[in-house]
C-alpha cells in the first residue's frame, strides 16, 4: 500500500475488503518497510544488514533487523485494532525462498542463490520464521483465517538463469526445477502446519504471487501452492493448458485483473470489463462459468504501493465490484 501511516492502510484494506482483508505493507517508509527486508527481519538464526547495493547477510541483528521487526509490529499493531472480533481469511505477505535468494547477497556481494548450500539453509531459516509470524498473527486475531502469500516476482529468472551476478556481466545458473520445487514445498508445508493450522486438523493456505511471464502454474501446483497469483495481462496462450491442469486440480486463481497505478480516468468505471479477460480465458479453456465464483479472487495486477492513495482505495473497492460481476453474471 502506498503511504506511510499503518492506521490508515489498515483501515482502508479492512473497510474495503469486508471478506478478505490482508495486511498492508508499506515500502515508502524506508529500509525495512520493503519487502526483502521486511522478510529478512522474519529470520531464524539469520540476519541482514542493509549495504549500498542491497541487503546482505551478517553475523547478528543489527539496527536493520531490529527497524524491520519494528516497522512489523506496527503494522500487526494496526491490523489487531481493526480486525476487533473479525471471523474469516486474512492474508500476511513473505517474500518467497527464490526471490530472497536472488535478492540478499552473502559476505562477499554476490547473491545467495550462487550457493546451493546457503539457499536451502534460507528455506529453512524462512520456514522457521514464517512459522513464528503466523502464530503471532492467530494470537492477535483469533477469529482469523490466515492465508500466506509468498512473493516470488523473481522465481522465472532464477529457473531460467536470468539472475545476474554482482559484476553484471553474467548471471547465476539456473536453479533445477527440482530443486527449487523442493524449497518452495518444505516453506509451504511449514507454513500449512503453522500453530497445528488455525483449528485443529485444518491447513493454512499458501498462495504464490509472481507478477512476472511465464509463471510456472505445474511447479508451484507441485510444490503444494493452494493457490496462484498472478498479472492477467501477461498471461498468452501458450499458458492455457497449465492453468487448465490447476483450475481442475482445485488451485485458486489470484487474477490480478485491476491495474496496479492509475493508467487513466477510465480505468476503474467497468467492473465487468475489468474481468473480461478472466471470461475469455474461461471460454477458451472450456471450463463451466459455474467454476469461476468458487476457482477466482479478483485482485490488483500487482502492489498498490506506487499508486496514490486515492486509487489504492478505489482500486481495492473495484476489485470487490468487479469479483461481485463474475458472481452474479459468470457468463
Not at 523442493?182 to 503453522?194: K, M, N, P, S
Not at 497449465?242 to 468505471?269: H, K, N, Q, W, Y
Amino acid at each position: 500500500m502506498p503511504g506511510t501511516n499503518a492506521r490508515e492502510a489498515a483501515r482502508t484494506v479492512t473497510g474495503s475488503l469486508e471478506h478478505f482483508p490482508y495486511l498492508p505493507e508499506l515500502p515508502a517508509r524506508g529500509p525495512g518497510a520493503d519487502m526483502i527486508g521486511r522478510t529478512a527481519g522474519l529470520l531464524v538464526e539469520l540476519y541482514a544488514r542493509l549495504e549500498p547495493s542491497g541487503w546482505r547477510v551478517g553475523d547478528a541483528p543489527g539496527r536493520d533487523t531490529r527497524r524491520a521487526r519494528s516497522w512489523l509490529g506496527e503494522d500487526l499493531d494496526a491490523l489487531e485494532e481493526f480486525t476487533q472480533g473479525y471471523t474469516g481469511a486474512l492474508k500476511v505477505s513473505a517474500v518467497g525462498p527464490w526471490t530472497l535468494a536472488a535478492s540478499l547477497e552473502r559476505r562477499g556481494g554476490e547473491a545467495m542463490l550462487g550457493d546451493a548450500g546457503a539457499c536451502r539453509y534460507l528455506a529453512e531459516s524462512l520456514a522457521e520464521g514464517l512459522r513464528a509470524h503466523l502464530a503471532e498473527v492467530r494470537r492477535r486475531v483469533p477469529g482469523a483465517r490466515p492465508v500466506l502469500q509468498l512473493d516470488e516476482p523473481s522465481l522465472t529468472a532464477v529457473l531460467l538463469g536470468r539472475v545476474p551476478t554482482a559484476s553484471g556481466y553474467r548471471t547465476h545458473p539456473a536453479v533445477d526445477r527440482g530443486v527449487a520445487e523442493g524449497a518452495l514445498r518444505q516453506v509451504v508445508e511449514a507454513a500449512r502446519d503453522a500453530a497445528g493450522g488455525p483449528e485443529p486438523g485444518q491447513e493454512i493456505p499458501v498462495v504464490v504471487h509472481s507478477c512476472a511471464p511465464g509463471v510456472p502454474f505445474g511447479l508451484l501446483r507441485r510444490a503444494g501452492a493452494t493457490g496462484i497469483s498472478f498479472d492477467l495481462s501477461l498471461l498468452t496462450e501458450r499458458d492455457d493448458e497449465a492453468v487448465g491442469e490447476a483450475v481442475e486440480a482445485g488451485t485458486a486463481l489470484f487474477a490480478g485483473a485491476v491495474p496496479a497505478v492509475e493508467p487513466d480516468s477510465r480505468a476503474l468505471s467497468d467492473p465487468a470489463g475489468s474481468v473480461m479477460g478472466v471470461r475469455m480465458l474461461w471460454r477458451r479453456l472450456g471450463l463451466s462459468p459455474k467454476l469461476l465464483a468458487r476457482s477466482v479472487v479478483v485482485t490488483p495486477a500487482c502492489g498498490l504501493a506506487g499508486a496514490s492513495p486515492a486509487y489504492a482505495r478505489a482500486a481495492l473497492a473495484h476489485c470487490v465490484r468487479a469479483a461481485r460481476s463474475l458472481v452474479n453474471d459468470p457468463e
